[in-house]
């Protein structure tokens, strides 16, 4: 199976910056994807990287090693409207999308 | 544009009793998905149809079926329901399988078996 990790909770304060990191061990790989979901509502895209180094879109960036099997996606300049869970997915050998359990993250004041 | 929609919104079921789930998407996708998401265990994939006429089994299969009649509709069956299937279940699609294809998510189904 699949094995994709991430922290289950982060806390920051508006206007800071927060990284959430994901490690993953799979059976191939095809890209890995960064998600939002927001309680009660379905994940919204956000990320996609396949080549590692950085991608950088507006206030989030994503990260990605291949070699280490780690990414990470960056939130600059926090937003009350950040406070969400963040999801990390890789696409593996047979495209099928494996994801992690989600990172809520929770932004203050 | 409605993109992915799913009925009902939310359910409660007795054990036993059979359900659809339904899932409908107007973007002429290729590819669909099923996946149940559960606290602390994020999504997991239940079924997928790379195209019309397919279909697959994911990561949690049991207990479930799919059929996959035309491009926009992908429905969700659970024969005989047990507690254990109580969750929050969310059907995606893609415009093929490709590795590249970003997954384009419905609003989900709240489904509490009892």
């Known amino acids: 199976g699949q094995n994709i990790d991430q922290p289950t909770e982060m806390t920051a304060t508006e206007g800071a910056i927060v990284q959430i990191n994901c490690t993953y061990q799979?059976?191939?790989?095809?890209?890995l994807f960064w998600y939002q979901q927001h309680a009660g509502e379905a994940p919204t895209f956000l990320s996609y990287?396949?080549?590692?180094g950085l991608e950088e879109k507006g206030r989030f960036s994503s990260f990605l090693s291949r070699s280490k099997g780690y990414s990470y996606l960056l939130l600059k300049e926090l937003q009350m409207k950040d406070s969400a869970s963040y999801l990390c997915?890789?696409?593996?050998?047979?495209?099928?999308?494996?994801f992690g359990a989600g990172t809520t993250v929770t932004v203050r004041a | 544009t409605a993109g992915i929609t799913q009925a009902p919104t939310s359910q409660i079921l007795a054990a036993g009793r059979s359900m659809t789930l339904r899932c409908t998407q107007d973007?002429?996708?290729?590819?669909m998905y099923w996946y149940r998401q559960d606290l602390g265990l994020g999504l997991r994939l239940i079924h997928y149809?790379?195209?019309?006429?397919?279909?697959g089994k994911g990561e949690v299969p049991d207990g479930y079926s799919v059929s996959r009649a035309n491009t926009d509709d992908f429905p969700l069956t659970l024969a005989s329901a047990v507690p254990s299937q109580t969750s929050v279940y969310f059907c995606?699609?893609?415009?093929?399988?490709?590795?590249?294809?970003?997954?384009?998510f419905g609003p989900g189904t709240r489904l509490t078996v009892l």
């Open positions: 990287n396949v080549l590692d």
């Open positions: 973007m002429r996708h290729n590819a």
């Open positions: 997915a890789v696409r593996d050998g047979d495209y099928k999308l494996s």
């Open positions: 799979t059976s191939g790989f095809n890209g």
């Open positions: 995606a699609s893609t415009p093929s399988s490709g590795a590249t294809d970003t997954q384009y």
């Open positions: 149809s790379n195209t019309a006429g397919t279909t």
